[in-house]
């Protein structure tokens, strides 16, 4: 089992909480105020953590590759969080900063961005380039 620690800032209290990678699907709570960690929000992972985290799910895993220069990437960032709080526990909604991490972007093979790619137990089932509405990810997510 890794014990790689993600640092994830509490939705409630602002806290930044250290939440071992291998137990992501146990719904942490914040140390500080007891809140649920996890509300469906997108998990910021990097070439460093990425694999520990989708190792450990057993939720299909929605990827968002996108870059902070990219306009659609930008436009689409609210769909996607709102298509978190949509989905909540059934999935989770990952985002990975394609310029900070070469080696993701490289291994998955994006050529262009946002590229939405879905992975159910390691395994890429379904992708998407170009910018998608909350019920379009839901839906991706979802099939
Ligand atoms: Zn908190």
Avoid: Y
Avoid at 89 to 95: F, I, S
Avoid at 119 to 132: D, F, K, N, P, Y
Wanted: with cysteine.
């Amino acid at each position: 089992m890794s014990d790689i620690r993600l640092h994830v800032s509490c939705p409630h209290c602002g806290a930044t909480n250290r939440v071992p990678a291998a137990r992501i699907d146990d719904v942490p709570v914040c140390g500080r105020c007891g809140e649920a960690l996890q509300d469906g929000r997108p998990l910021e992972l990097t070439d460093a953590d990425f694999d520990a985290v989708v190792g450990a799910t057993s939720r299909p895993v929605l990827v968002d590759f996108w870059a902070p220069w990219c306009g659609p990437c930008r436009m689409m960032a609210p769909a996607f969080e709102q298509a978190g709080r949509q989905l909540g526990q059934r999935a989770l909604l990952v985002k990975v900063n394609s310029d900070d991490n070469p080696r993701l972007a490289g291994r998955f093979g994006i050529r262009s961005i946002p590229t939405l790619v879905k992975i159910e137990h390691g395994r890429e089932t379904a992708r998407q380039s170009g910018a998608l509405p909350a019920g379009a990810i839901v839906a991706l997510a979802s099939r």
